[in-house]
C-alpha cells in the first residue's frame, strides 16, 4: 500500500508557494491594480534578490524595522516609486530586527537607511524618513549611473499592487494548476506551471510548484517505504537512489533526501553525476532557497561537485 499523503499537499505543501506570493506582494505599498516590483528579503536571499539582479537592472534596498517611528510612511513611498518607475529598479527590502549580524556587518549605522545595489556593489542613499519628493531624485540618480554603465535591463513583477485578488483569493495564474493538486492530476498541474514558466522563465513561485507537483507525479504510485528500503541494498543503482531521494522529500526526510544524493554525486562521474545533480536541484526547488536545509546541502553539493 502506498504511503502517499491523500492530501496532494502533503509533505510537499503548496501553500508555501501562495506565503512567498503574499510576502513580495503584501510590502507596503498604496493603491490597487498594476505590478508590483517589491520583494521582501534576508540574510540567506540578499546575495540572489539583490546583488546578481543588480548585473542586469538596478535594486533599491530599503533597511528598515517595525520599530522605528515613521518607518511605514518611507516603505509605502519607495513601494509607490518603484511601481511607477514600472521595473527601471526593483524595490529589496530587509528587516534588520531578523538579520542584526548581517546589519553590523555592512556597517548599517542607522534605520531606516536606504542604499543602491549596481553590479554587485552597494551605493549610499540616505537615511532616516525622508520625504516621498525627496527620495525621487535619488531613486533618479541610481537609474542614470546604471545606465550610464551600460546596465539597462528591467526588473520582472514580483506580483500586483494590494496582493491577493478577489477577496483574498489566491493568485489567479495559479488557478488551474492547484486544482489539478488538489484532484490529484499532477501530469496536468505540471503542465500548468509549465506554460506559465514559457510565459516567465524567472517565475519563482511557478518554478518551485512545477518541483513539488514534478515530485508528487513521481511518487504518487509508489509504496514510499519500500521505494527508500529499496535503495539501501549493494546492488540498488542510480534510479533506485534517485527514487529514495523522491520518497524521503515526500515524507518530510529532505536532509536525508540531499545527503544521499550529495553522497551519490561524490562517487559518480560523467552522465550519471549530471542526472542526479539536476534532480537534486529540482528537490531543492521543493523547499526553496531559503530553507535552510537547501542551503546546507548546496554548500554540500559545492564540496562535492569540486
Known sequence: MSSTPTNPRGAVDLSAIAEQAKKAQGSPGGGTGGASYVVEVTEQTFDNDVLRPSLNHPVIVEFYSPRVQGAEQLSTALAELATEAEGKFLLARMNVDTAPQFAQSIGLQAVPTVVGALQGQLIPLFQGVVDKEQIRPALDQVVKAAVANGIVGRAEPTGSVGGTEDGGE????????YEAMETGDFSTAVEEFDRLLQANPKDSEAE???????????????????????AAGPEAGIDAQLAAADAEVATGRAEDAFARLVGVIRRTAGDERDKVRIRLL??????GNSDPKVQKARRDLMTALF
Open 170 to 177: 489566491p493568485d489567479p495564474r495559479f488557478a488551474a494548476a
Open 208 to 230: 518551485a510548484g512545477k518541483a513539488q507537483a514534478s515530485l508528487l507525479l513521481r511518487t504518487a504510485d509508489l509504496d514510499l517505504d519500500a521505494v527508500i528500503a529499496a
Open 282 to 287: 529540482e528537490l531543492f526547488g521543493t523547499l
